[in-house]
């Protein structure tokens, strides 16, 4: 494996995480608002319209987009050893 491949799989992993992280967190304050609206009659028009985010999956969402960005750091993390102890021994 190339040491560049794995610099752009930890870079690739991160931009998604953070992609993850910011639509779960739109999901969780969508949910939030929907349910501090105390007329029933929005909040059925609401779901109607559209579907309102469950916050027991948005926030599960948001957990698995950290786990993926400390992933993502460690696949970095390990790319940047690898090519220093190449740096190393050609030195």
């Known amino acids: 494996m190339e040491i560049q491949t794995a610099f752009n799989s930890g870079i690739q992993g991160l931009q998604k995480a953070t992609e993850a992280s910011e639509q779960a967190a739109a999901d969780i304050v969508a949910s939030t608002q929907a ?39 460690e696949v970095i993390k390990t790319a940047d050893d690898s090519l220093g102890t190449l740096l190393d021994v050609t030195a």
């Open 35 to 73: 349910s501090q609206d105390t007329d029933l009659a929005n909040i059925q028009t609401a779901t109607t319209e559209q579907k309102i985010p469950e916050l027991n999956q948005s926030i599960v969402d948001l957990k698995v987009a950290e786990h993926q960005a400390k992933a993502a750091t």
